[in-house]
């Protein structure tokens, strides 16, 4: 029952209670009805009791069954909630599709990247939602960081080979062309920005260790500040992270990248370059769990 629902009871539950009450001392009644003279007071007053009670006797059983019901949806024995899940998943999410599991989503975490998630659907869809984050984030263009990432995101025999990979991919020449020298970093008076907002994720495949996990998000990129070349713009993606259960977690063996689904793009006022900027700086980043 929903908080909505627990206030509509209570105020049915006064007005029944008001009707019948000993403190109710003038009966109203519509407009032509009723006798002038008292004698008629007395077995309106008992029909108005009885009223009162058939309206509670109701009432309760309308809580007890809304009750039941909210019991029945549950985990429960399963039987009966699994068969209506997996009976409407073909067509539409199911009802509880985004509601809490009571299943912590992750045991730890450092620099940022959470660790320890459950060896589970849910916990792969949630070791790819963190895991596209950190791997187009802003971090992943600094040489000093990018080691780091990698070696807590990928499974272990692939760490130097997308080492090698991301090296050559975000190369100076690469970096020049987005205003950042180096070392990844913007020059004076400006800020890159890469933040990345999972909207929603899907497990695709899934064998004993082995999980495909599609990340859909949104994000802004680009650098922020007064003469920028590459003004902060956003973006909608989807990741494909193919996930494998190594050392009691998961990480990625590979990933991919591909435009959309995209929405309609909005009227709204662009922000200017300072307020990008400040607003990055401002706002700290989730730890995303399904």
């Known amino acids: 029952m929903s908080p909505g629902d627990e206030n509509d009871y209570e105020r049915d539950a006064g007005r029944s209670d008001g009707m019948g009450g000993s403190g109710q001392t003038r009966t109203r009644l519509p407009e032509g009805e009723g006798d002038p003279y008292g004698g008629a007071r007395r077995p309106l007053r008992a029909s108005r009791s009885l009223v009162t009670v058939v309206g509670v006797v109701v ?28 009976s409407n998943s073909a067509t539409k999410p199911g009802s509880n599709a985004t509601a809490p599991s009571g299943v912590k989503p992750v045991t730890g975490g450092t ?24 791997l187009v984030s802003a971090d992943i263009l600094k040489p000093a960081r990018r080691g780091d990432i990698v070696n807590r995101v990928f499974v272990p ?89 190594v050392n009691d977690d998961w990480k990625v063996q590979s990933f991919s990248q591909k435009d959309g689904p995209a929405p309609v793009n909005t009227d709204s006022k662009a922000s200017t370059a300072d307020e990008i900027a400040k607003a990055v700086e401002q706002y700290g980043g989730f730890t995303y769990a399904r």
Request: aromatic share 8%; proline share 1%.
């Open 59 to 86: 009432l309760l059983i309308a809580a007890i069954a809304f009750a039941n019901r909210g019991n029945g949806s549950g985990t429960g024995d399963g039987s009966s909630g699994d068969s209506t899940t997996s």
């Open 111 to 134: 620099n940022g990247i959470a660790s320890g998630f459950a060896h589970t659907g849910q916990g792969a869809e949630s070791a790819g939602a963190n895991y596209a984050v950190a």
């Open 157 to 245: 025999d692939q760490v130097d080979a997308f080492n090698s990979k991301l090296d050559k991919a975000y190369d100076k020449q690469f970096l020049g062309k987005i205003g950042l020298d180096a070392n990844g970093n913007a020059g004076k008076g400006l800020t890159y920005v890469s933040r990345t907002a999972p909207v929603g994720t899907k497990v695709t495949q899934q064998s004993g260790d082995t999980a495909t996990v599609e990340v859909w998000c949104t994000g802004v990129f680009g650098t922020a500040g007064v003469g920028s070349t590459s003004p902060v713009t956003n973006d909608w993606f989807t990741m494909t992270l193919k996930l494998q259960w």
